[in-house]
């Protein structure tokens, strides 16, 4: 299987632009999968120039509710018509960063009948399952960074009930996609089990001092301990990668116009 970075925060090709967003494209199991759009139309732009054609797509996931996941939803379907799109049922709740900034996936998408509303483990392959681990225990502490919901006017904490995971299972190996890891990525690991992780810690609130410090060190800590390779970007940070990099071997950076092969 292989994955492009079709779009990062970061980028090591000057002819590829970046933003504060994720979008890959995925060939596994004979099918060509789209996982998430970043927060506009430059993930089609960065795919046009990769010769990636997106028109022959077969299904695209999103990853949660959130603009810089959803942002280029509205180029995918002028692009692609026919690819289903995955998205939870709760992908379209207003999700906010504080009570100021509203980071929901932008107005006017919700109801296409393209989409398909997830709510339970499915199948989108024989070697391909999306799931949301809505049912699993939190083993470990996972700090909402002030991220909110909006439920009947009133601003709660997000339990990220919109989040979903993408497990692809290929030549003997179990991969995981995860855009932010917003459940937690030490849970994510302990409930999911993977062979190899690719996603967002989002570890970007934390400095690299004091208490903080302390948590990245816990975090690498537990990470090494399940003896899997990772491929983190996004919201994990740069400056907290290289830290955690210093103490996790089998860690990596995911840049835009990067690709990958297992």
């Known amino acids: 299987m292989k994955i492009y970075a079709l779009l990062e925060n970061i980028s090591n090709d000057e002819s590829l632009a970046c933003e504060h967003g994720l979008s890959l494209y995925i060939e596994a199991d004979g099918k060509k999968i789209l996982f998430d759009t970043g927060a506009s139309d430059l993930f089609a732009i960065n795919a046009e120039k990769m010769g990636i054609d997106l028109k022959a797509v077969d299904f695209a996931v999103i990853s949660h509710g959130h603009y810089d996941h959803g942002g280029g ?139 903080d410090a302390l948590t990245l060190d816990k975090s690498a800590n537990i990470l090494n301990q399940h003896n899997a390779t990772y491929y983190t970007c996004h919201c994990t940070g740069v400056e907290q990668y290289e830290y955690l990099k210093a103490q996790m071997p089998k860690l990596n950076y995911l840049a835009t116009g990067d690709i990958i092969e297992f």
Request: glycine share 8%.
């Open 73 to 211: 939803l509205k180029k995918f379907i002028e692009l692609n018509e026919t690819a289903p799109i995955y998205i939870s049922d709760k992908g379209f709740d207003q999700y906010y960063s504080g009570t100021d900034f509203n980071v929901s996936i932008p107005e006017g998408l919700a109801g296409n009948e393209r989409f398909v509303l997830t709510s339970a483990p499915i199948k989108l392959s024989e070697n391909i399952t999306l799931l949301n681990c809505n049912e699993r225990q939190a083993k470990y502490y996972a700090d909402t960074y002030g991220l909110n919901k909006l439920v009947n006017g009133e601003f709660i904490p997000d339990d990220f009930l919109h989040e979903q995971y993408l497990i692809i299972e290929e030549n003997g190996k179990r991969i995981v996609i995860s855009g932010c890891s917003h459940k937690g990525i030490l849970n994510i690991m302990e409930w999911l089990q993977p062979d190899i992780l690719v996603g967002g810690f989002h570890f970007f609130r934390l400095t690299t001092a004091g208490e």
